[in-house]
């Protein structure tokens, strides 16, 4: 039997947002919830054990595995987040996931997943990222001989004659559930996020969500704490000068026009195209200024006649007049954005010290150590959010190839 411990929200696991984001999404509710989130995570890490937020490792599998007993019908199924679309992809068997998903690429991971997962006791619906199928590899890092898995990003290596090691070795595939599903309908399913319990038995390599730090290692001292608690008054300080651009945005945050959808992409661009900090708030702000111009203007310059073009001439004036009308406030919430994040990395920073599996990236000269993916953090009342470094983990998992289609 699988059991399951963590909160349940109300929303699907089907796209967990970056802490910093929430400023943009929710404007200054976002931002409240963003620090209140930090402040948990400190507190734990400084001995408290409240449980106001429960954590878990988030673990770079892919794709995402869908699986269990569906409450209409009672039939175990297996699936991709497809199975959450307007038309669901339910897989009910192999002839389902070829029609559906192909036999190559996550229509192949999906086969070797359907005949190993329906073996095992699951009650309800739970969702995981996949680990590995037959794609498993060995190599000798730093002298040492590991078996290797590369499912997304990272590539995880385990001594081979460590006991984990030899599980993964005898293992058909690997997954780590993370996400357990309750409701009468697959419309109106609640997601609990947290860890999920259970033997996958010789053939599949249950890997566990759980962040534990059972040597009691990971824990802030006085000096720490002090540097930490500055950074979030800094945060709390900037958020409140932002306050009305924050939630005049957060109304306009899916147009892709808008200033908001734009703030937001333009942090991911920087991420993916430089190579160092954020830098200062000033010159990410003019940075910003012109980023927001020119995509508009690519906008413009796509459309091949004058009325094609009037709505995107409109909104790049109202955008740019916008942006040069509220620069103060601009400036504060871009650094509120800055200061977040700095924040969450330096939680991250701790609780990277606690490893039992290596992790690394790989490149052409060998392997590259790197920081595990993240974590997620959720909050009875204000739901799930991702902790990853965005200047290690998402400009990595921008710019190299993927291990699967």
Known sequence: MFSFKGFFTQEK????????????????????????????????????????VNMTVKWDGAP??????????????????????????INYNISDIRKNHGTSGAGAKLIYCFNY?????????????????????????????????????????VPVDSGIGKQIARAKMGIVFHTSYSGKNMQSLSAGFGTVRGSGGSNIFLASAQYTDKSGSVMFNKSELRSFDAQIRMAE????????????????KTDPLSVAFR??????????????????????QQKFRLYYNNMIQGEIDSKKTSKGKEKYIKAQKEGLRFIDRNKTQLYFAIASHITLANCKNTLLRK?????????????SNGYRVTAPEGYVAVDKVAGAVKLVDRLEFSRTNFTLPKGWN
Do not use: W
């Not at 919830?33 to 734990?44: T, W």
């Not at 569906?70 to 669901?88: C, Q």
């Not at 000068?241 to 945005?249: C, E, T, V």
């Open 13 to 52: 696991n089907t796209h967990l947002e970056h802490l910093e984001d929430d400023i943009i999404n929710n404007g200054v509710k976002g931002g409240e919830n963003a620090i209140n989130f930090l402040k948990s995570v400190r507190d734990m890490l400084a001995g408290s054990t409240g449980g106001a």
């Open 64 to 89: 995402a595995i869908i699986c269990g007993q569906n409450p209409e019908n009672g039939k175990f199924f297996v699936g991709t987040k497809s199975v959450f679309n307007k038309t669901p992809k």
């Open 117 to 157: 997962l329906k073996k095992l006791p699951i009650r309800g619906i739970l969702q995981g990222d996949l680990l590995f199928t037959d794609d498993k590899d060995t190599a000798t890092i730093d002298g040492e001989k590991m078996i290797t898995f590369t499912p997304n990003t990272i590539t995880y290596a």
């Open 237 to 252: 300080g900037s958020l409140s000068r932002a306050r009305g651009i924050l939630n005049d945005m957060s109304t306009a």
């Open 263 to 284: 703030l937001k992409t333009f942090f991911n661009y920087f991420i993916k195209n430089t190579k160092g900090d954020m830098g200062k708030v000033r010159d990410m």
């Open 351 to 363: 609780m990277n010290q606690i490893q039992s599996i290596g992790h690394f990236v790989r490149t």
